[in-house]
Nanobody, 124 residues
Framework: VQLMESGGGSAQAGGSLRLSCSGSAITFSSTNTYCMGWFRQAPGKEREGVAVIDSDGDTSYAESVKGRFTISQDKGEKQVYLQMNGLPPEDTAIYYC????????????????WGRGTPVNVVS
């Protein structure tokens, strides 16, 4: 397993969770730049990009999480974090860590590396 996720679990509505992901085992031979982040898939729904960050620190968020979620990284260590605040039940999903060489995008098909997923369950 090359992307190691942690931090999922249950939270009350309005609460917070923090997800972590390590991609330190992954290297790209053609570039030093990379993009890491999070996608999610709720039951019966399509996969959705949540937030990504590139090695320069640029970020991109889904509109549905702006102002509530914050993505950050340990630059150079290929560690990425997702701080999730003000969680409503609608944020319940399996959250997947993703990684790709090159610059930032929220297009799922651009990511060749996917973690196994960590569940987030928000209860009201």
């Amino acid at each position: 397993v090359q992307l190691m996720e942690s931090g999922g679990g249950s939270a009350q509505a309005g609460g917070s969770l923090r997800l972590s992901c390590s991609g330190s085992a992954i290297t790209f031979s053609s570039t030093n730049t990379y993009c890491m982040g999070w996608f999610r898939q709720a039951p019966g729904k399509e996969r959705e990009g949540v937030a990504v960050i590139d090695s320069d620190g640029d970020t991109s968020y889904a509109e549905s999480v702006k102002g509530r979620f914050t993505i950050s990284q340990d630059k150079g260590e290929k560690q990425v974090y997702l701080q999730m605040n003000g969680l409503p039940p609608e944020d319940t999903a399996i959250y997947y860590c993703v990684m790709k060489p090159g610059w930032i995008t929220l297009v799922a098909d651009s990511f060749g590396y996917w973690g196994r997923g960590t569940p987030v369950n928000v209860v009201s």
